[in-house]
């Protein structure tokens, strides 16, 4: 089990860039996955992106593909997700999750055991 904690929402006008930042207490070993994932009011939970620990492999979405960027800080324990050229459908509380075993599914929630708070991201137009 590691405890997530995000910060690093806030308001930004469309095409502005913000930087997520995901700390996490406990261990992080080599098989995890840890991944950025949000939620919309009035619409389900989806996958954002996700980086393996192991070798920093990286997963996007389609919605994120060319403008986020998955990194991680080993030493900090820490998954940032730099988001650029927002747009307002990307409003949405941002949440940071766990994969202790990542497999090939790395977009399905349900693989994730553990969960951070979440953050808001609003992007106004």
């Known amino acids: 089990q590691v405890i997530l904690e995000e910060s690093g929402g806030g308001l930004v006008q469309a095409g502005g860039s913000l930087r997520l930042s995901c700390t996490a207490s406990?261990?992080?070993?080599?098989?995890?996955?840890m991944g950025w994932f949000r939620q919309a009011p009035g619409k389900e939970r989806e996958a954002v992106s996700t980086?393996?620990?192991?070798?920093?492999?990286?997963y996007y979405a389609d919605s994120a593909t060319g403008r986020f960027t998955i990194s991680r800080d080993i030493a900090k324990k820490t998954v940032y997700l730099q988001m650029n050229s927002l747009k307002p459908e990307d409003t949405a509380v941002y949440y940071c999750?766990?994969?202790?075993?990542?497999?090939?599914?790395?977009?399905?929630?349900?693989?994730?055991?553990?969960w951070g708070p979440g953050t808001q991201v609003t992007v106004s137009s």
């Open positions: 999750a766990a994969d202790r075993f990542l497999r090939t599914r790395w977009y399905n929630p349900d693989e994730y055991e553990d």
């Open positions: 406990g261990r992080i070993l080599s098989t995890y996955g």
């Open positions: 980086i393996r620990w192991s070798d920093g492999a990286t």
